[in-house]
């Protein structure tokens, strides 16, 4: 059986990709990628979608021997089996056994400028109740094909819960920060922290949309109906293309101090809170902070056990308390309590029925 690294690697070459193009591609840098072909680096389950998804190759697979890798570290790394290794080899089971469908459907042109990613899930979750889904800057499109449901849940600085039914087939559609505004106009600040019925957003062909995918008899049907559907919302003007280049550039530059990003936009920081507020739902500072969030727990699912030792501070947090304290308020749990759920998702924790 091919290793992680192996897999990779091997892919790569048969789509004529270089490490560079391939790290560009995913948004990781280079030498990332030459030491995940050597073995001494993992990536996190999205830049794994990624890689499967431009390499034409299947997620599940990487990610099962992901998740086989971090197995094999929390052994090496502690003499005895950590609560962390057991749930995570408890869900390697269950993958093997009956693993879940997940697809990333590539962008493209305006709508790929709007949306960070469409992807396909299928899975029973028998044994789960609900999904909470973490804060990372970004409004959600969820239409659950299984029981014909659509919602939106907007940005979000808290964790949010949505209720699991046995089993799911789900389209997630996420926007970029500034997306779902340039898509419907509406405030983002008005749907922060809320999950509503995607009709309250995008009237009723949502009911059209929701009965064309479940009538779609491939997965290029269902790509062409959900790119109709965006497409037809695309703003035929620019609401303001100075503001809009503003917002994009803080959002792109959102790691740097706040008294800078103020100073080069032009525009004082009472209005540019409340710009960019309109186009992204936070503060400039929230945003920041919820980035910060999403790059440590990115980093924490990465680890072999539920020990934080392994942990780099690098997401700019004061200290290991500050990283705690900013992890509970952003995601329900403490760092330790999130391992030990076994979670190798940095965007998502399904949680067991009682």
Not at 98 to 112: E, Q, T, Y
Not at 206 to 222: A, N, P, V
Not at 243 to 262: T, W
Request: some cysteine.
């Amino acid at each position: 059986m091919q290793t992680l690294s192996t897999q990779i690697r091997n892919f790569r070459i048969k789509q004529h990709l270089s490490v560079e193009r391939l790290g560009k591609l995913i948004n990781a840098p280079g030498e990332d990628i030459r030491k995940l072909e050597r073995g001494n680096f993992l990536l996190g389950t999205w830049q794994l979608v990624q890689v499967a998804a431009k390499l034409n190759t299947g997620v599940m697979s990487l990610l099962i021997e992901k998740k086989r890798q971090l197995i094999a570290l929390g052994r090496k790394n502690g003499t005895t089996e950590s609560v962390r290794i057991t749930r995570l080899k408890k869900e390697l089971e269950q993958w093997e056994h009956d693993s879940p469908f997940i697809r990333l459907m590539p962008g493209s042109g305006k709508i790929a400028d709007l949306l960070e990613s469409i992807v396909l899930y299928t899975d029973r979750l028998q044994n789960y109740s609900t999904e909470r889904i973490m804060p990372d800057g970004k409004a959600q499109l969820i239409i659950d094909l299984e029981h014909s449901s659509a919602v939106v849940v907007g940005p979000h600085d808290v964790p949010v819960d949505l209720p699991l039914k046995g089993k799911s087939h789900k389209i997630i559609i996420r926007f970029q920060p500034y997306g779902l505004y340039r898509l419907t106009g509406i405030p983002q600040d008005q749907l922060l922290n809320r999950v509503l019925d995607a009709q309250y957003i995008f009237g009723n062909d949502t009911l059209l949309l929701k009965e064309t995918l479940r009538s779609c008899k491939s997965y290029d049907e269902q790509k062409t109906a959900l790119y109709a559907f965006f497409m037809a919302r695309l703003p035929r003007h620019d609401r303001s293309v100075v503001e809009e280049k503003v917002v994009r550039y803080l959002v792109d530059h959102i790691d740097e101090p706040i008294a800078r990003l103020v100073k080069i936009s032009g525009y004082s920081a009472k209005h540019l809170i409340h710009l960019f507020r309109i186009h992204t739902g936070f503060t400039p500072k929230m945003f920041q902070q919820v980035m910060q969030f999403a790059e440590s727990i990115r980093q924490m699912s990465l680890l072999p056990t539920h020990h934080l030792s392994g942990l780099s501070l690098s997401a700019n947090y004061v200290d290991q308390s500050h990283l705690i304290r900013q992890f509970k308020r952003f995601s329900g749990f403490t760092p330790s309590a999130y391992l030990k759920t076994g979670n190798s998702c940095p965007r998502m924790v399904l949680l067991e029925n009682d």
